[in-house]
Antibody, heavy 126, light 109 residues
Framework: QVQLQQWGAGLLKPSETLSLTCAVY????????WSWIRQPPGKGLEWIGE???????NYNPSLKSRVTISVDTSKNQFSLKLSSVTAADTAVYYC????????????????????WGQGTLVTVSS | EIVLTQSPGTLSLSPGERATLSCRAS???????LAWYQQKPGQAPRLLIY???SRATGIPDRFSGSGSGTDFTLTISRLEPEDFAVYYC??????????FGQGTKLEIK
């Protein structure tokens, strides 16, 4: 059974750097992309970015200038850094496994998130 | 960027009733790129449907997805008490990028 366990600082001041890490237990680490997704209190979900085992990354253009996602394959872990945080970055941050799968009925690839971490509330406040 | 708009914002129904949730895309989306999630308070989202109509592992068959182009639907045939939650659609776009709808809250009437 795949499990994602995440941790990191929950209270930051404006202009500081958010840092979170997600450890993957069970299943293959190298066969997937690993994502970060956030959810402001009472709001919807926003994809931040993703990384694979070889370090190839994709970022949300709206956050790209402030985001760095890195991977440590020796520990099956990946990490998120978000610089220059403001109150607008207050959210629950989730790590998730992103899958590409072939849909049986269409024979076309599908992209979705099948396993998620427990979430970490990060609050930015002076 | 493709924008997903979900409707209604809130749906009030009783257990045993049928729920129909809508997800409309601002431009055509390949059906294989559309997924649905369920989220309960204090929990991470749970994958329900991928490829617009394929149920994820362990998802009861009362959940079904359909649609193509810009209009997609999640249907829950007979609501169980544990189905009351917030539901999100999600699409994969080129770049790559992943976007979510704003959610539909399914509440007990």
């Amino acid at each position: 059974q795949v499990q994602l366990q995440q941790w990191g600082a929950g209270l930051l001041k404006p202009s500081e750097t958010l840092s979170l890490t997600c450890a993957v237990y069970g299943g293959s680490f190298s066969g997937y992309y690993w994502s970060w997704i956030r959810q402001p209190p009472g709001k919807g979900l926003e994809w931040i970015g993703e990384i694979n085992h070889s370090g190839s990354t994709n970022y949300n253009p709206s956050l790209k200038s402030r985001v760095t996602i890195s991977v440590d394959t020796s520990k099956n872990q990946f990490s998120l850094k978000l610089s220059s945080v403001t109150a607008a970055d207050t959210a629950v941050y989730y790590c998730a496994r992103r899958v590409v799968d072939i849909v049986a009925t269409t024979r076309r690839p599908s992209y979705y998130f099948d396993y998620w971490g427990q979430g970490t509330l990060v609050t930015v406040s002076s | 960027e493709i924008v997903l708009t979900q409707s209604p914002g809130t749906l009030s129904l009783s257990p045993g009733e049928r729920a129909t949730l809508s997800c409309r895309a601002s431009q055509s989306v390949s059906s294989s790129y559309l997924a649905w999630y369920q989220q309960k308070p204090g929990q991470a989202p749970r994958l329900l449907i991928y490829g617009a109509s394929s149920r994820a592992t362990g998802i009861p068959d009362r959940f079904s997805g359909s649609g193509s182009g810009t209009d997609f639907t999640l249907t829950i045939s007979r609501l169980e008490p544990e189905d009351f939650a917030v539901y999100y659609c999600q699409q994969y776009g080129s770049s790559p990028q992943y976007t979510f709808g704003q959610g539909t809250k399914l509440e007990i009437k």
